[in-house]
């Protein structure tokens, strides 16, 4: 029989990484708290149609990285791969946006794309979004939100912001006809990736990673030189924000983002650390977004970060420290009556011991395997009830860890002896 695996892409989290991907969540989810934003959890699954008219027909997600599939009544659904596209249907359905909303929501993203170091095909983000804020204050906020999280996670140093503005639809129309009249001079210069965008998604070819391009655009028309007056003031008021906030940036002309439905501020916190796999969190303006799938006309901004990526950073950093995955205390028994025994005592402990990690030996076993079991589980100390401690009403407390020594403890004094003994 042929072995059944995981789906290529689609990775196990096993629980000696958990406690980074815990300690992430948790850092990201208190700080998000803080800074007033409601957490919103949604579908995974969504109606294909929403992807093609948010991200775009011709983006590279659209075009050759989406899971799509017919489902039993013949609907076309994707799985979603990215947040924004529900997470702005689902205010229009919902009637959120009579007032400002500052929401995030995190979970499995879907690309069909090839494999490599932090890049998968089922990969997690936490997004965040807020909706009905048009001025580059609420800009400034996630980006010095996002900050702060590098700060508390303890790899500020391993990151940094670029930032660009890509201006209003019609701005970006204009640089885009400035852009291809270039380029179509010089169409076999080209990479052929870049060839191919220039008649599908030209701007796209700002951030190509071929030397020859980059240096072919170093002579192209600047979109900063197109900017709108509107996106042009935004963009200075933003620099001024993070300026008087001490937040340092690089202003980067060529920074587009690969969905079509931004607009003006782009952002991206970018490493060194893990490769080609750089990005580690990109976000930006989407003011059209909400009208152009039914909604009434509101500004949106947001950014996602992928969460793959940042664990990375954070083993290879080694900036923050994992919680323990050590047991505090094992619990043996041997015999029917210490078994009884031990299992009604251990429920009383974790009553009173609510925070300890108390593993009990399941499956029976001799007292030398059990024993075996207790000090591979990492616990400082092993809990034994044998026949002589159950007629004595006592437990036999042993020392895993350093000189081992073992104490006869009366059952009614273990809650108190086991707190001084454990802190
Ligand atoms: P990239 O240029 O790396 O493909 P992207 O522009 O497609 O990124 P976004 O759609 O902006 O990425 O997603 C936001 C973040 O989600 C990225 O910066 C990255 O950290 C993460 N991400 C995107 N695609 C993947 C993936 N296939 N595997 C792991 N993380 C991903
Ligand atoms: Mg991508």
Redesign the pocket.
Known sequence: MTKLRAIR?MNDILPEETPYWQSLEGTVRDLLHSYGYGEIRLPIVEYTELFKRSIGEVT??VEKEMYTFADRNDESLTLR??GTAGCVRAVIQQGLLSTPQRLWYSGP?F?Y?RPQK????Q???VGVEAFGIASPDIDAELILLSARLWRLLGISDAVTLELNSIGSPAARAAYRAALVEYLEARREQLDEDSQRRLDSNPLRIL?SKNADTQALLDDAPSLANYLDEESQADFARLCALLDAAGQSYRVNPRLV???DYYNKTVF?WVTDRLGA???????GRYDGLVEQLGGKATPGIG????????VLLLSETGAAVPLAQDADLYVVSVGAAAELEAVARTEALRDILPERRIVLNAGGGSFKSQMKKADKSGARLALIWGEDEVSQGTCAVKSLRGEGGQQSVAVQDLPEYLRAALV
């Open positions: 892409g590279d997600i791969p990215e993203m690309r794309e932090g890049r998968q095909r990969f997690h983000q951030d983002r690969g969905l991206e796999q750089g990005t580690v969190c990109a976000g950014f996602a970060m992928g969460l793959e990526r940042l």
